[in-house]
C-alpha cells in the first residue's frame, strides 16, 4: 500500500499498512511541529509558565458531569475493492460500540455505526455529515457525545496561507469518506463546524480519530505532548488562534502527529487499528486497579506501545488545558470537575 511521503514513515509487514492517502505530489507536504518544547514550558499542568502563550478557555466554560444523554457514532472504513483498502477500520468501529454499549451504558439505539462492509450505514460523504448533525443535535450540559473515526486521513494545501507556523508550506488535516474520490474529503474546519460548534456549555465531546496525520485533525485550543505538558500557540493552527476557546467539554484522541502516519495492523489474526487496539485493551487493564487512570496516563501508556512498535505518537488535545487531568475513557467524572473550574 502506498502511503503520504513524510516524515517519521516506518518499513511496514506484509501484513500491516498505514492509514495515509497518497494525493500525488501536490499534496505530499510535510508538517513540522518543531523540535521540542518551548523556553520555560512547564511539566506541572496547574502552573502554566509565563513564557507559555495560550488561548484564554471560554468564560463560560464548565465540565460535564456525564449524567445526560450517551450518543454516539462510530466510523469504520476499509475502502473495499479501492486501491488503497485498508482491513481493520470496520472492527474498530465495532469494538468501540461494543466497548461503549458494555462498559459505559450506551444504548444501541443511540449510536450510530458507518461501515463499508454493507452490514452498517454506508459511510459516504453525505451520511458521515448527516451523522455528525445528528450526534450535536439537541445536545445538552452533562450529555456525552462520543466520535470514533478510523480510517485514511491525510494533508491538503492551505491556500489562504493561515495554517499553523513551522510547516514547509501551509497544509491542513483531512479524513476520508468512503465515495471521497467523487464527493471528496472531510477537512478539519468542517469537522469542528459540524462537531464542536453547536455542542453547549458543560456538553462532553469525546472523539477518536485512528488515521494517519490526524494529530490536530478537531482543530481543538489546547495540545498536550507526552506527560501533560501543554504546547503553545505555534503548535495550532492560526484559524484555530483567531477563534475563541469552545464552551463545550471537548476531548480528542488522535492515532499520531500531523506528519506521522498511524498503522493498520492484525493482533491475535484479527485486523485492527494499532491505537483504537490499544486504547481498548489499556482501559479493560485498568477498570479494576485504576479506574480514575487520567487522559495524561492513557497518553503516556499508549507513547509506551505505539513509538517503538508502530513509531507514531498518540496526541491529546482538548478545550480547555486541565483536560490531562480528567478521568478518562470516556465517561468517568471527578473531583476535578470541581476543583479546577475556571
Not at 505555534?234 to 476531548?251: E, F, G, L, T, Y
Request: glycine share 10%; with cysteine.
Amino acid at each position: 500500500m502506498s502511503g503520504s511521503s513524510h516524515g517519521n514513515q516506518r518499513n511496514y509487514s506484509q501484513d500491516e499498512h498505514d492509514r495515509g492517502r497518497s494525493l500525488g505530489p501536490a499534496y505530499d507536504q510535510q508538517r513540522s511541529l518543531g523540535g521540542g518544547d518551548p523556553k520555560g514550558l512547564t511539566t506541572g499542568i496547574t502552573a502554566i509558565d509565563k513564557y507559555l502563550k495560550l488561548i484564554p478557555p471560554a468564560p463560560d466554560f464548565c465540565w460535564s458531569n456525564c449524567t445526560g444523554r450517551k450518543k454516539a457514532v462510530c466510523i469504520g472504513i476499509n475502502y473495499i475493492g479501492q486501491r488503497d483498502e485498508l482491513k481493520g477500520c470496520v472492527n474498530d468501529a465495532r469494538h468501540v460500540r461494543n466497548y461503549l454499549m458494555q462498559y459505559h451504558g450506551f444504548k444501541k439505539s443511540d449510536i450510530l455505526l458507518l461501515t463499508d462492509d454493507g452490514r452498517g450505514i454506508e459511510p459516504t460523504r453525505k451520511n458521515m455529515l448527516d451523522a455528525m448533525h445528528w450526534l450535536v443535535r439537541k445536545a445538552k450540559m452533562h450529555d456525552s457525545l462520543v466520535f470514533h473515526y478510523s480510517g485514511h486521513g491525510g494533508q491538503k494545501p492551505d491556500d489562504t496561507g493561515k495554517e499553523a507556523d513551522g510547516m514547509d508550506e501551509g497544509v491542513f488535516p483531512i479524513i476520508f469518506p468512503v465515495d471521497y474520490k467523487r464527493a471528496g474529503d472531510i477537512i478539519d474546519d468542517e469537522l469542528y463546524i459540524q462537531l464542536v460548534q453547536p455542542l453547549a456549555a458543560g456538553c462532553r465531546l469525546t472523539a477518536v480519530f485512528d488515521s494517519c496525520h490526524s494529530g490536530t485533525v478537531l482543530d481543538l485550543p489546547y495540545l498536550h505532548s507526552a506527560h501533560g505538558r501543554l504546547r503553545g500557540l505555534k503548535h495550532i493552527s492560526k484559524r484555530c488562534q483567531h477563534r475563541n476557546a469552545p464552551h463545550a467539554d471537548v476531548i480528542s484522541l488522535s492515532a499520531c502527529k500531523d506528519d506521522e502516519t498511524s498503522a493498520d495492523t492484525f493482533h491475535g489474526g484479527v485486523a485492527v487499528g494499532a491505537m483504537s487496539y490499544y486504547i481498548l485493551i489499556i482501559r479493560f487493564g485498568e477498570l479494576e486497579e485504576n479506574p480514575k487512570q487520567t487522559y495524561d496516563d492513557l497518553l503516556a501508556h499508549l507513547r509506551h506501545i505505539l513509538v517503538p512498535k508502530y513509531n507514531q505518537k498518540a496526541q491529546l488535545g482538548g478545550s480547555h488545558p486541565l483536560v490531562c487531568r480528567l478521568s478518562h475513557f470516556l465517561l468517568v467524572s471527578d473531583d476535578v470537575h470541581n476543583k479546577n473550574r475556571t
